[in-house]
């Protein structure tokens, strides 16, 4: 059964931190790269850190040195340790294999909300 279940975010005020787990099926989590995504008000979802089986990552630019991604293949679960959160990292935040479009499965995501 496919499954991707995020959870860990909430409501933080700006320079605060958070942690969010996302547990997937085997199905998706043997795809190598997995990637933690965010959908903000009004924009469209983009990728903003991944992973590689082998723990290689990759952060865009504007979470660089703030936000670290980590895996635990035993648990088939993703990790994103959020620090130093700013307003503008206000989103649903989403875990799926790098490459997933719109037409494949997707959690229900988890809310981060950053207030100023």
């Known amino acids: 059964q496919v499954q991707l279940v995020e959870s860990g975010g909430g409501l933080v005020q700006a320079g605060g931190s958070l942690r969010l787990s996302c547990v997937a099926s085997?199905?998706?989590?043997?795809?190598?790269?997995m990637g933690w995504y965010r959908r903000a008000p009004g924009k469209q979802r983009e990728l903003v850190a991944r992973?590689?089986?082998?723990?290689?990552?990759y952060y865009t630019d504007s979470v660089k040195g703030r936000f670290t991604i980590s895996r635990d293949n035993a648990k088939n679960t993703v990790y994103l340790q959020m620090s130093s959160l700013k307003p503008e990292d206000t989103a649903v935040y989403y875990c799926?294999?790098?490459?997933?479009?719109?037409?494949?499965?997707w959690g229900q995501g988890t809310q981060v909300t950053v207030s100023s």
């Open positions: 992973i590689s089986s082998g723990g290689i990552t």
């Open positions: 799926n294999f790098v490459g997933a479009t719109l037409y494949d499965y």
């Open positions: 085997r199905s998706i989590f043997s795809r190598n790269l």
